[in-house]
């Protein structure tokens, strides 16, 4: 069977979708907070990320079924001649889609994105505890070229 | 002598001395443009940043002097229960001050007007060229846990 996925801006009504699939993650299990109703830093954070230009949160779907999600972020810097960036961050696919190509195609989208946008790199980092992801990335074509350091505030 | 380093918003008449910095260095001599006057797509980039509330340019300055400088991008997202982060990114010194603590500072006031915007996480990435960098990071408290990944479009 054909299926056509098909991406779009997320919408509010989406936000307990995007949340399912963030917490349904061996990473995101111990950071999420999926319950009903969602935590209010939820809809704010929506309401901020849909506020600003510079970020997009993207979901593609199966019909009306949300089934993967990204957020995009785009940032003028100085360096590299004043070139703007693509950062993607929060990845995730439904457990119901995994293993189909979902994920590159996610992936591929934003990279069409950001070119449209005048990026000149699209960008993102991914947990060493996830060596799945890094070489799904640099499949794609990414290279591993920075670390990417975090400290907890 | 005791100097006093003070850190401010940067101005447009400081993006000479900011350029001048991004250029004086092995990576940034192959893609910066340090030239009088500056390209336009330096000024265009300034613009960008300054008028965007979540992207703050910072320079740090002795006196008149300007000897540092570190773009800081605050972003909203879904993630770890909506919660904002600090990006730190295009951090540097004046060569005139290598070695006398003026990055680290730099990173904490960063770490610090990170945390009274409400951020959780601050983080940022590092060249593999740079292993010097990377001892700098962790020394301040920056754990290594990420690949950081770039695609050139």
């Known amino acids: 069977m054909e299926r ?4 779009r801006t997320a919408t509010e009504k989406d936000l307990e979708s995007i949340v399912a699939m963030l917490a349904d993650d061996f990473l ?8 009903h109703p969602l935590p209010t830093s939820y809809i704010k954070a929506f309401e901020a990320i849909t506020s600003d230009p510079n970020n997009e949160l993207v979901v593609a779907c199966i019909g009306n079924e949300v089934i993967g999600v990204q957020q995009i972020t785009f940032t ?6 004043g070139g703007w960036r ?3 961050e929060g990845v995730r696919t439904s457990a119901s889609v995994r293993g189909q190509g979902v994920g590159t195609e996610l992936i ?7 070119k449209e ?5 699209i960008q993102l980092t991914t947990d060493k505890q996830r060596p799945d992801a890094l070489r799904f990335y640099e499949r794609i074509g990414f290279k591993a070229t920075h670390e990417g350091l975090k400290l907890k505030l």
Chains 1, 2 share one sequence.
């Open 4 to 7: 056509e996925i098909k991406f």
């Open 86 to 88: 693509a950062t993607i």
């Open 117 to 121: 946008r005048g990026c000149h790199l």
């Open 108 to 114: 591929k989208w934003a990279i069409q994105h950001a």
């Open 28 to 35: 995101g299990s111990k950071r999420e907070r999926y319950e």
């Open 76 to 81: 003028p810097y100085i360096t590299h001649q």
